[in-house]
Protein backbone atom coordinates (compact mmCIF):
# COMPACT_ATOMS: atom_id res chain seq x y z
CA UNK A 1 0.00 0.00 0.00
CA UNK A 2 1.46 3.75 -0.88
CA UNK A 3 1.84 5.80 2.60
CA UNK A 4 -0.66 8.80 2.43
CA UNK A 5 0.86 12.18 0.79
CA UNK A 6 -0.69 13.08 4.61
CA UNK A 7 1.56 10.91 6.62
CA UNK A 8 4.61 12.46 5.42
CA UNK A 9 7.13 14.34 8.18
CA UNK A 10 4.92 17.66 9.34
CA UNK A 11 6.37 20.90 7.93
CA UNK A 12 5.29 21.87 11.89
CA UNK A 13 7.46 19.18 13.56
CA UNK A 14 6.74 21.34 16.91
CA UNK A 15 2.74 20.88 16.60
CA UNK A 16 3.97 16.98 15.97
CA UNK A 17 6.35 17.01 19.35
CA UNK A 18 3.25 18.96 21.24
CA UNK A 19 0.84 16.02 20.65
CA UNK A 20 3.16 13.08 21.92
CA UNK A 21 2.62 13.88 25.45
CA UNK A 22 4.19 15.94 28.30
CA UNK A 23 7.20 17.63 27.74
CA UNK A 24 10.00 19.51 30.26
CA UNK A 25 7.51 22.59 32.13
CA UNK A 26 9.93 25.30 30.65
CA UNK A 27 9.05 23.31 27.11
CA UNK A 28 5.62 23.92 28.13
CA UNK A 29 5.57 26.97 29.18
CA UNK A 30 7.83 27.92 25.80
CA UNK A 31 5.38 26.07 23.55
CA UNK A 32 1.74 27.78 26.00
CA UNK A 33 3.56 31.47 24.86
CA UNK A 34 4.49 30.23 21.00
CA UNK A 35 0.29 29.30 20.79
CA UNK A 36 -0.97 32.90 22.96
CA UNK A 37 1.36 34.76 20.08
CA UNK A 38 -0.62 32.71 17.75
CA UNK A 39 -4.23 33.21 18.79
CA UNK A 40 -2.97 37.27 19.00
CA UNK A 41 -1.71 37.23 15.29
CA UNK A 42 -4.84 36.23 14.47
CA UNK A 43 -7.23 38.46 16.74
CA UNK A 44 -5.19 41.49 15.19
CA UNK A 45 -5.21 40.61 11.66
CA UNK A 46 -9.03 39.78 11.77
CA UNK A 47 -10.37 42.47 14.09
CA UNK A 48 -12.13 44.79 11.76
CA UNK A 49 -12.95 42.80 8.78
CA UNK A 50 -16.69 42.88 9.59
CA UNK A 51 -19.43 40.76 9.60
CA UNK A 52 -18.09 37.64 8.28
CA UNK A 53 -19.56 34.55 7.02
CA UNK A 54 -17.14 30.76 6.93
CA UNK A 55 -17.47 28.80 4.32
CA UNK A 56 -16.39 25.38 4.65
CA UNK A 57 -15.45 22.59 1.99
CA UNK A 58 -12.97 20.52 0.48
CA UNK A 59 -9.49 21.64 -0.73
CA UNK A 60 -9.83 18.71 -3.70
CA UNK A 61 -12.37 20.20 -6.11
CA UNK A 62 -10.54 21.99 -8.89
CA UNK A 63 -11.95 24.68 -10.90
CA UNK A 64 -13.94 22.58 -14.06
CA UNK A 65 -16.26 21.24 -10.94
CA UNK A 66 -20.08 22.34 -10.51
CA UNK A 67 -19.27 21.97 -6.70
CA UNK A 68 -15.94 25.07 -7.40
CA UNK A 69 -18.55 27.20 -8.97
CA UNK A 70 -21.32 26.73 -6.54
CA UNK A 71 -18.67 28.08 -4.05
CA UNK A 72 -17.85 31.01 -6.66
CA UNK A 73 -21.28 31.61 -6.30
CA UNK A 74 -21.54 32.28 -3.19
CA UNK A 75 -18.54 34.15 -1.90
CA UNK A 76 -20.46 36.56 -4.66
CA UNK A 77 -23.40 36.79 -3.14
CA UNK A 78 -22.35 36.82 0.06
CA UNK A 79 -20.08 39.78 -0.81
CA UNK A 80 -23.24 41.43 -2.34
CA UNK A 81 -25.45 41.09 0.86
CA UNK A 82 -22.40 42.78 2.33
CA UNK A 83 -20.28 40.09 4.35
CA UNK A 84 -16.87 39.30 4.60
CA UNK A 85 -16.19 35.76 3.08
CA UNK A 86 -13.63 33.89 5.63
CA UNK A 87 -12.35 30.21 4.67
CA UNK A 88 -9.62 28.30 5.31
CA UNK A 89 -7.75 30.15 2.88
CA UNK A 90 -6.22 27.11 0.96
CA UNK A 91 -7.80 25.48 -2.47
CA UNK A 92 -11.05 24.31 -3.84
CA UNK A 93 -13.76 25.18 -2.03
CA UNK A 94 -12.13 28.02 -0.35
CA UNK A 95 -10.36 29.32 -3.39
CA UNK A 96 -13.83 29.58 -5.13
CA UNK A 97 -15.76 31.35 -2.50
CA UNK A 98 -12.87 33.67 -1.88
CA UNK A 99 -12.40 34.11 -5.78
CA UNK A 100 -16.35 35.02 -5.63
CA UNK A 101 -15.68 37.83 -3.06
CA UNK A 102 -12.86 39.14 -4.83
CA UNK A 103 -15.26 39.49 -8.09
CA UNK A 104 -18.07 41.01 -6.49
CA UNK A 105 -15.88 43.52 -5.06
CA UNK A 106 -15.87 42.22 -1.42
CA UNK A 107 -13.52 41.44 1.62
CA UNK A 108 -11.90 37.90 1.22
CA UNK A 109 -10.32 36.27 3.75
CA UNK A 110 -8.10 33.35 4.63
CA UNK A 111 -7.05 31.51 8.20
CA UNK A 112 -3.89 29.42 6.55
CA UNK A 113 -2.91 25.89 7.90
CA UNK A 114 0.59 24.59 7.85
CA UNK A 115 0.59 21.02 6.49
CA UNK A 116 2.28 18.04 5.53
CA UNK A 117 1.72 18.70 1.22
CA UNK A 118 2.08 22.34 1.80
CA UNK A 119 -1.13 24.56 1.48
CA UNK A 120 -0.44 27.92 0.02
CA UNK A 121 -2.37 30.43 0.56
CA UNK A 122 -4.90 30.69 -2.93
CA UNK A 123 -4.72 33.88 -4.63
CA UNK A 124 -7.80 35.60 -4.11
CA UNK A 125 -7.25 36.18 -0.26
CA UNK A 126 -7.00 40.46 0.56
CA UNK A 127 -5.80 38.68 3.91
CA UNK A 128 -4.46 35.88 5.92
CA UNK A 129 -2.57 34.85 8.51
CA UNK A 130 -0.90 31.16 8.07
CA UNK A 131 -1.17 28.47 11.67
CA UNK A 132 0.65 26.31 12.81
CA UNK A 133 -2.26 24.92 15.50
CA UNK A 134 -5.63 23.31 13.73
CA UNK A 135 -7.49 24.47 16.95
CA UNK A 136 -5.84 28.36 16.62
CA UNK A 137 -7.58 28.22 12.79
CA UNK A 138 -10.86 26.60 13.78
CA UNK A 139 -11.31 29.31 16.30
CA UNK A 140 -10.47 32.10 14.06
CA UNK A 141 -12.96 30.61 11.88
CA UNK A 142 -15.49 30.57 14.45
CA UNK A 143 -14.58 33.81 16.34
CA UNK A 144 -15.55 36.49 13.50
CA UNK A 145 -18.39 34.56 11.66
CA UNK A 146 -22.14 35.16 11.81
CA UNK A 147 -23.13 32.36 9.86
CA UNK A 148 -21.51 28.82 8.72
CA UNK A 149 -22.02 27.68 4.92
CA UNK A 150 -20.91 23.74 4.99
CA UNK A 151 -19.78 22.44 1.29
CA UNK A 152 -18.77 19.26 0.32
CA UNK A 153 -15.62 18.04 1.87
CA UNK A 154 -13.52 15.38 3.55
CA UNK A 155 -12.40 14.81 6.85
CA UNK A 156 -11.38 18.77 7.41
CA UNK A 157 -14.36 19.85 6.24
CA UNK A 158 -16.50 17.56 8.91
CA UNK A 159 -14.46 18.54 11.74
CA UNK A 160 -15.29 22.23 11.71
CA UNK A 161 -19.01 21.32 10.84
CA UNK A 162 -19.15 18.94 14.13
CA UNK A 163 -17.38 21.56 15.98
CA UNK A 164 -19.67 24.13 15.17
CA UNK A 165 -22.59 21.60 15.46
CA UNK A 166 -21.08 21.17 19.03
CA UNK A 167 -20.76 24.67 19.82
CA UNK A 168 -24.56 25.24 18.73
CA UNK A 169 -25.49 22.08 20.73
CA UNK A 170 -24.10 23.47 23.57
CA UNK A 171 -25.01 27.04 23.31
CA UNK A 172 -21.74 28.33 23.04
CA UNK A 173 -22.63 29.56 19.61
CA UNK A 174 -26.40 30.99 19.86
CA UNK A 175 -28.93 31.11 16.81
CA UNK A 176 -25.71 31.52 14.40
CA UNK A 177 -26.96 29.70 11.10
CA UNK A 178 -25.12 26.33 9.94
CA UNK A 179 -26.31 26.06 6.54
CA UNK A 180 -25.15 22.77 4.61
CA UNK A 181 -25.22 22.96 0.81
CA UNK A 182 -25.82 20.12 -1.78
CA UNK A 183 -28.62 18.13 -0.49
CA UNK A 184 -27.32 14.45 -2.35
CA UNK A 185 -24.32 14.95 -0.50
CA UNK A 186 -25.11 15.27 2.90
CA UNK A 187 -27.91 12.48 2.12
CA UNK A 188 -26.19 9.76 3.94
CA UNK A 189 -25.21 12.20 6.70
CA UNK A 190 -28.48 13.01 7.59
CA UNK A 191 -29.49 9.95 7.53
CA UNK A 192 -27.09 9.20 9.99
CA UNK A 193 -27.79 12.10 11.91
CA UNK A 194 -31.35 10.82 12.20
CA UNK A 195 -30.25 7.51 13.60
CA UNK A 196 -28.12 9.37 16.19
CA UNK A 197 -31.56 10.88 17.08
CA UNK A 198 -33.51 7.54 17.37
CA UNK A 199 -30.83 6.25 19.72
CA UNK A 200 -31.15 9.01 22.23
CA UNK A 201 -27.48 10.29 21.48
CA UNK A 202 -28.76 13.30 20.16
CA UNK A 203 -32.04 15.68 20.44
CA UNK A 204 -34.05 15.79 17.46
CA UNK A 205 -33.95 19.41 17.91
CA UNK A 206 -30.00 19.24 17.44
CA UNK A 207 -31.08 17.93 13.59
CA UNK A 208 -33.12 21.38 13.13
CA UNK A 209 -30.21 23.60 13.48
CA UNK A 210 -28.61 22.19 10.49
CA UNK A 211 -30.24 23.95 7.31
CA UNK A 212 -29.72 21.86 3.84
CA UNK A 213 -30.43 23.76 0.94
CA UNK A 214 -29.33 23.07 -2.94
CA UNK A 215 -28.37 26.88 -4.06
CA UNK A 216 -26.39 29.74 -3.37
CA UNK A 217 -29.11 32.05 -3.44
CA UNK A 218 -31.34 29.77 -0.87
CA UNK A 219 -28.21 29.84 1.38
CA UNK A 220 -27.34 33.85 1.20
CA UNK A 221 -30.69 34.84 1.33
CA UNK A 222 -31.43 32.95 4.77
CA UNK A 223 -28.07 34.23 6.25
CA UNK A 224 -29.07 37.34 4.90
CA UNK A 225 -32.57 37.37 6.61
CA UNK A 226 -30.92 35.86 9.93
CA UNK A 227 -28.47 38.65 10.00
CA UNK A 228 -31.43 41.31 9.73
CA UNK A 229 -33.88 39.96 11.92
CA UNK A 230 -31.26 38.49 15.06
CA UNK A 231 -28.28 40.95 14.70
CA UNK A 232 -29.41 43.89 13.75
CA UNK A 233 -27.28 43.97 10.74
CA UNK A 234 -28.61 46.76 8.19
CA UNK A 235 -28.92 44.80 4.31
CA UNK A 236 -27.15 46.74 1.47
CA UNK A 237 -23.58 47.18 -0.02
CA UNK A 238 -22.15 46.95 3.55
CA UNK A 239 -23.64 45.47 6.33
CA UNK A 240 -23.14 46.61 9.58
CA UNK A 241 -23.58 46.28 13.03
CA UNK A 242 -26.53 48.29 14.97
CA UNK A 243 -25.20 47.25 18.42
CA UNK A 244 -22.72 45.36 20.04
CA UNK A 245 -23.58 41.91 20.93
CA UNK A 246 -22.92 40.98 24.56
CA UNK A 247 -24.02 37.67 26.39
Same mark, same amino acid.
Given at each position: ??????????T????V?F??? +?? +??? #????????????????????????????????A????????????? &?????L??????????????????A???????? /????????????? %?????????????????????M?V?????????????? #? !??????????? %?? /?? !?? =????? !????????????F?? #??? &??????P??? %?????? =???? %???? &???D??M??? /??????????????? &?
Amino acid at each position: MRPSEWDRPSTAPEVVRFLRG +PA +PRG #TELVRAIRIFAEFIRGFRAFHFVGPCVTVFGSARFGESHPYYALAR &EIGQRLAKAGFTVITGGGPGIMEAANRGAREAG /GLSIGCNIELPRE %QKPNAYLDRWVTFRYFFVRKVMLVKYSYAFIALPGGFG #T !LDELFETATLR %QT /GK !LR =DFPLV !LVGREFWRPLLDFLA #TLA &EAGTIDPADL %QRLRVL =DSAE %QAVG &EIADVAMRRF /GLTYGPRLHRRWYLG &E
